[in-house]
Nanobody
């Protein structure tokens, strides 16, 4: 199993920046992909960004060029640097870790990001 815990959300003005962190524990060396997802009120959860064990990254079109996903293998952590934030980025952000061979998809509890206009 793998567990993930997010931190770093908060309230920021439009144009500002926030950094989210995701700490993983458990079978961390088996993780194939870690990602960030978000869910705004009344909307479905959507992909924000992913990073594979090999370091390949992927971004939603709405955040490409503004957000950056990174990892710290020593600390077993992943980060989401969010810049030029917009009110439409307001959502609960979730960290996800997947182990394909075991069919595992673990979610954190989520962290609220609110961007005021």
């Amino acid at each position: 199993q793998v567990q993930v815990v997010e931190s770093g959300g908060g309230l920021v003005q439009a144009g500002g920046s926030l950094r989210l962190s995701c700490a993983a524990s458990g079978s961390i060396f088996s993780i194939d992909v870690m990602g960030w997802y978000r869910q705004a009120p009344g909307k479905q959860r959507e992909l924000v960004s992913t990073i594979t064990s090999g370091g390949s990254t992927n971004y939603a079109d709405s955040v490409r060029g503004r957000f950056a996903i990174s990892r710290d293998n020593v600390k077993n952590a992943k980060y989401l640097e969010m810049n030029s934030l917009k009110p439409e980025d307001t959502a609960v952000y979730y960290c996800n870790a997947r182990i394909f061979s075991r069919g595992i998809s673990s979610w954190g509890q989520g962290t609220q990001v609110t961007v005021s206009s």
